[in-house]
């Protein structure tokens, strides 16, 4: 007799609707979607200024909508972005929300949704669960890929001066989520490299994770890595490569479905501190850590990157070692391809704050309890120390 099968949850957001150019007819699908017309979109200010937004709010204001645009939203956004954007919301009489960027606004539009109709206070909801009561209707439009956070329960705020933090319930689900690929065809070629490794460390991190790992997730895991694996350096290189970009778009929502069932690990404990305090893109910092973690996870880890070598590789008859290093090669290669910067002293880190930022590292234990490996702060600073 097997030990069967473990109890697992899987929760994703109410549907996904993939349609190359549906940002451009939004008005219309949103009009059967929803009853609610008063529409908060948060977005940031190159989105609204490059006019990535203006078919949009066309086809909005043709099906009746009335919108108001919150674009204040900055990369890795602070507490005072998301009260201020809970105050124009409030102001309009909101009664829907649409983020439309990437996880920084996305993201925001998520809390907004709640905030918009709850009365608890920000500070009580850092941490999994404390989100008491609902929200109003929320819908999700990437145009990275990506973070993923269309797909998942979670907001990552900057608190203070450095420091990340993250709130996670069931409410952060979108009820909807739109993946038009057109809309990341104006992605610079070094953010759709960083934004998609983002995208596989996510996939890669859940595969790994050694809590709440199960096997809906590394579906998603693996099928997410099928589809990416190919096609970042082409997004990068290839700018308008249709196929590339609906490739990259579908993979990273996958591989953020993924993660929100089976939670990330190392790579991202060590990266918010890099964002944190050098104010580094989040897809970057991972970029920047990834090689360095999945060497150190290799003794415990290899049979599952074995297994994902299959994946980005093909089959191979040769040993488990030998496709587990295969796999953390591949994943260096792809990153060397790909154009994103390689050493922390790249960018900017300098070496005499690497013990600082492995303490800081030590406070993201919501994550590295995931890690397949512990990580003490010795082994942190040594990880710093290998990717600088
Ligand atoms: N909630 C989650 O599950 C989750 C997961 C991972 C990361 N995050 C968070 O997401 C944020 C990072 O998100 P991100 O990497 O998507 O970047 P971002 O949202 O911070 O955007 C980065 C820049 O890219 C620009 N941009 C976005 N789309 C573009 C396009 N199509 N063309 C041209 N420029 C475009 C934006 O204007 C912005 O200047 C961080 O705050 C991170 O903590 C959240
Ligand atoms: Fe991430």
Same mark, same amino acid.
């Given at each position: 007799?097997?030990?069967?099968?473990?109890?697992?949850?899987?929760?994703?957001?109410?549907?996904?609707?993939?349609?190359?150019?549906?940002?451009?007819?939004?008005?219309?699908?949103?009009?059967?979607?929803?009853?609610?017309?008063?529409?908060?979109?948060?977005?940031?200010?190159?989105?609204?200024?490059?006019?990535?937004?203006?078919?949009?709010?066309?086809?909005?204001?043709?099906?009746?909508?009335?919108?108001?645009?919150?674009?204040?939203?900055?990369?890795?956004?602070?507490?005072?972005?998301?009260?201020?954007?809970?105050?124009?919301?409030?102001?309009?009489?909101?009664?829907?929300?649409?983020?439309? %960027?990437?996880?920084?606004?996305? *993201?925001?539009?998520? $809390?907004? #949704?709640? /905030?918009?109709? !709850?009365?608890?206070? &920000?500070?009580?909801?850092?941490?999994?669960?404390?989100?008491?009561?609902?929200?109003?209707?929320?819908?999700?439009?990437?145009?990275?890929?990506?973070?993923?956070?269309?797909?998942?329960?979670?907001?990552?705020?900057?608190?203070?001066?450095?420091?990340?933090?993250?709130?996670? %319930?069931?409410?952060?689900?979108? *009820?909807?989520?739109? $993946?038009? #690929?057109? /809309?990341?065809? !104006?992605?610079?070629? &070094?953010?759709?490299?960083?934004?998609?490794?983002?995208?596989?460390?996510?996939?890669?991190?859940?595969?790994?994770?050694?809590?709440?790992k199960n096997p809906l997730s590394d579906v998603f895991t693996r099928e997410a890595l099928r589809l990416m694996a190919p096609n970042l350096v082409t997004a990068c290189t290839e700018p308008d490569n249709r196929a590339a970009r609906e490739a990259m778009l579908l993979g990273a929502a996958l591989a953020g479905q993924a993660f929100a069932n089976s939670p990330v690990g190392a790579v991202h404990a060590l990266a918010y501190p890099l964002g944190g305090h050098f104010h580094l893109p989040h897809g970057l910092t991972n970029a920047l850590m990834l090689g360095p973690v999945l060497r150190y996870n290799m003794h415990a880890a290899a049979p599952l990157y074995a297994e994902l070598a299959d994946v980005v590789l093909g089959a191979s008859e040769e040993g488990l070692q030998a496709r587990?290093?295969?796999?953390?090669?591949?994943?260096?290669?792809?990153?060397?391809?790909?154009?994103?910067?390689?050493?922390?002293?790249?960018?900017?880190?300098?070496?005499?704050?690497?013990?600082?930022?492995?303490?800081?590292?030590?406070?993201?234990?919501?994550?590295?309890?995931?890690?397949?490996?512990?990580?003490?702060?010795?082994?942190?600073?040594?990880?710093?120390?290998?990717?600088?």
């Amino acid at each position: 007799m097997t030990d069967g099968i473990a109890s697992f949850s899987f929760d994703s957001p109410g549907s996904i609707f993939v349609d190359w150019g549906g940002a451009r007819r939004i008005g219309e699908t949103l009009s059967g979607w929803f009853s609610e017309r008063t529409l908060l979109i948060v977005t940031d200010r190159f989105l609204h200024e490059s006019g990535a937004l203006d078919d949009a709010l066309a086809s909005l204001a043709a099906n009746g909508f009335s919108v108001t645009v919150f674009d204040q939203v900055v990369a890795d956004p602070p507490e005072s972005v998301l009260m201020a954007c809970v105050g124009q919301g409030k102001a309009a009489g909101a009664d829907l929300v649409l983020g439309f %960027g990437g996880g920084s606004s996305m *993201d925001i539009a998520k $809390l907004a #949704a709640v /905030l918009l109709v !709850g009365a608890q206070e &920000l500070s009580d909801l850092y941490g999994i669960g404390k989100i008491s009561g609902g929200r109003v209707p929320l819908v999700q439009v990437p145009t990275t890929a990506g973070t993923g956070s269309e797909m998942t329960n979670i907001t990552i705020l900057t608190t203070g001066e450095t420091t990340k933090m993250g709130i996670v %319930g069931h409410q952060l689900y979108a *009820d909807r989520v739109l $993946l038009d #690929a057109e /809309l990341t065809l !104006g992605l610079p070629a &070094l953010q759709t490299a960083a934004t998609g490794i983002d995208a596989m460390v996510h996939a890669i991190e859940a595969f790994t994770s050694r809590h709440r790992k199960n096997p809906l997730s590394d579906v998603f895991t693996r099928e997410a890595l099928r589809l990416m694996a190919p096609n970042l350096v082409t997004a990068c290189t290839e700018p308008d490569n249709r196929a590339a970009r609906e490739a990259m778009l579908l993979g990273a929502a996958l591989a953020g479905q993924a993660f929100a069932n089976s939670p990330v690990g190392a790579v991202h404990a060590l990266a918010y501190p890099l964002g944190g305090h050098f104010h580094l893109p989040h897809g970057l910092t991972n970029a920047l850590m990834l090689g360095p973690v999945l060497r150190y996870n290799m003794h415990a880890a290899a049979p599952l990157y074995a297994e994902l070598a299959d994946v980005v590789l093909g089959a191979s008859e040769e040993g488990l070692q030998a496709r587990a290093a295969a796999f953390v090669q591949f994943m260096e290669d792809l990153m060397d391809r790909s154009g994103a910067p390689r050493r922390l002293r790249d960018c900017k880190v300098t070496e005499d704050s690497l013990p600082m930022l492995a303490r800081d590292a030590m406070l993201q234990t919501r994550l590295l309890v995931n890690n397949p490996v512990e990580v003490t702060e010795a082994d942190a600073l040594a990880l710093y120390r290998e990717a600088f």
